[in-house]
Every structure is written in C-alpha cells, then in structure tokens.
C-alpha cells in the first residue's frame, strides 16, 4: 500500500483535472467504482452495506460508491452532517443514487441507529477526505 500526505492528494487531483483534463466528476466516478469493487471482494450480492458520507468530495466518493453498488446490495447512506454534498459533483451522484431508489438518512449521534450500523455487513468511510 501507498500512502500520500494530503497536500500531494490534492496536487495529484489537481494535475490530473488541469493537465490531464479529467473531469473532476470522472476522477469521483472512478473512484467509487474502486470502492465497489473493493466490496465485491468481500461481499456476496444482497448484503447490506453502510457508507457514512460527508458532505465534500469523499462523501462524493461515497455517493458514487454507492450508485455502483446500488443494484447488487442493499446500500444505505448515513448523510453523516446532515448537509448534503457541497459540490456540483457531489449533488449529482447524491441524486443519482436517490434516483436508483437508494436509501439517504440524516445521521443521528443519539443512538437511534446503532442498530443499523451493528448489523451492516460492511461500512465504508467517507466521511473526511484530504480538506
């Protein structure tokens, strides 16, 4: 495994969408089609996964996780600052995965769903991202 500081991330993902012209909205795609891939892996179809998304562009890797996820397992998203997604990006694959008929719930710290997330077969983490 390689680990990067976070300044080198988002020179990294800045090169890639000035020099490289990659739309941003690409690099969040391809990255949560990594994260399902990842899932599959480990998962049979039909299970129930978790991701817990904030609301910059790693919960809209998370989001789009989420959509690649979407026809295969039962996926639930935990809008973890109940703020939705802060970019164009983000908003997209957010109504996306509600278009595929994907279930987003506001997060509530109380309790009410540790049930939720004790049974989940897998969480993802997409809470906080390099910013």
Known sequence: MKLA?????REIDRFAVESCKIPLAELIRRSGDAVAESVR??????????ILAGCGNNGADGYAAACALANEYRVTVFDVFSAGQQSEEGRSFL????????????????GAQHE???HADCIVDAIFGTG
Not at 41 to 50: F, I, N, R, S
């Open 5 to 9: 500081m976070p300044e080198l991330i």
């Open 95 to 110: 109504s996306r995965f509600s278009s595929l008929g994907g279930t987003i719930l506001a997060y509530d710290a109380s």
């Open 116 to 118: 939720q997330i004790a």
């Open 41 to 50: 892996a480990v998962l049979t179809p039909g299970a129930a996964v978790l």
